[in-house]
């Protein structure tokens, strides 16, 4: 008797200390999500971070398309995608995607995503995934990713 109720006091206990730790902020946000990870990913460039950071922001970052369970390529930020003469990639992207902040998503952040890896500066771990290739912007919803040396795999 005595075992059981040490038991469900604690139990009581760690509930009420799991929901003071909870921030009463993001409790209280309408259609929000709340994700807890035991570290702060370094970044959040999905190309540009370890496997670690990778990891986490895996939610709340999507790349052009996706490959299903039998490897086949499927839309995902892009709706549809042409190849032509094995050197140019051209992307047409989804109008129905914005930010957190409101703002759409256009090809010029695709652009901005492919530069800022490419940069020097950044040092990012993955550029090998894109060494070589360059954007040019279409217009607000296509984008033209281009690799001089010819064809290689691209899954942006």
């Known amino acids: 008797m005595i075992k059981r109720m040490t038991i469900g006091l604690l139990f009581l206990f760690l509930s009420i200390t799991c929901l003071l730790w909870t921030s ?3 409790i209280s946000q309408p259609n929000s999500i709340v ?3 035991g570290a702060e990913p370094s ?3 999905p190309l ?3 496997q670690a950071c990778q990891d986490r922001i ?3 970052s999507e790349p052009l398309v996706f490959l299903d369970e039998d490897a086949k390529t499927i839309p995902a930020l892009a709706t549809k995608w042409e ?3 094995g050197k140019k990639w051209r992307f047409y992207l989804r109008k129905d995607v914005v ?3 409101g703002e759409k998503f256009l090809a010029e952040d695709v652009a901005f995503t492919i530069n800022t890896c490419l940069d020097p500066n950044v040092k ?3 550029i090998g995934l894109i060494r070589g290739y360059r954007c040019e912007i279409v217009n607000d919803y296509t984008v033209d990713i281009i690799n001089e040396k010819g064809p290689r795999f691209l899954l942006l």
């Open 99 to 101: 930010f957190h902040n």
């Open 48 to 50: 540009c971070s370890d």
């Open 58 to 60: 895996t939610g709340v």
């Open 83 to 85: 190849i032509a003469d």
């Open 35 to 37: 994700i807890g990870h």
């Open 124 to 126: 990012c771990p993955r």
């Open 43 to 45: 970044n959040l460039f």
């Open 24 to 26: 009463p902020k993001a």
